[in-house]
């Protein structure tokens, strides 16, 4: 009877643990981690086959529109095959303008509210 209450109690503390196991790139052995395995580490659209990060620059002057976010996911297991007009944290809808005096190879613009908008700038070309 104790043997079976304490393999109960090691199934049930280890089943309880906080600890994640991931694997070690260098030498293949999983590596106990507190951190979170799934998310951005920030907020990002993909415009163009191009990832912009967003900013906290507000007070910018849009040109035109040119397009909108048609694709929702916060799923970054798989970045290269990210659909085009895609974030991570605008919902389908949002529409992307280009900004004025900038080339939108180097920002463009979110409106995340009616006349409000919101600065990304160049994260990466995804290839």
Known sequence: MKKTLIFFLII?????????????????????????LSSYPYPLVKWNNVFYS?????N?????????????????????STPDNSSNFYQ?????WS????????AIAVEYEPNKYVKA???????
């Open 12 to 36: 049930i503390l280890t089943a309880c643990s906080n600890k994640i196991a991931t694997v070690n790139p260098e030498k293949t052995l999983p590596v106990e981690t507190n951190e979170v």
């Open 54 to 58: 967003l900013t906290t620059e507000e």
């Open 60 to 80: 910018i002057e849009v040109n035109e529109p040119i397009g909108e976010i048609s694709n929702y996911s916060n799923d970054d297991t798989n970045k290269g």
């Open 92 to 96: 389908k809808g949002t529409k992307l």
């Open 99 to 106: 900004i004025k005096d900038f080339d939108t190879n180097e």
């Open 121 to 127: 700038v160049l994260d990466q070309v995804d290839k």
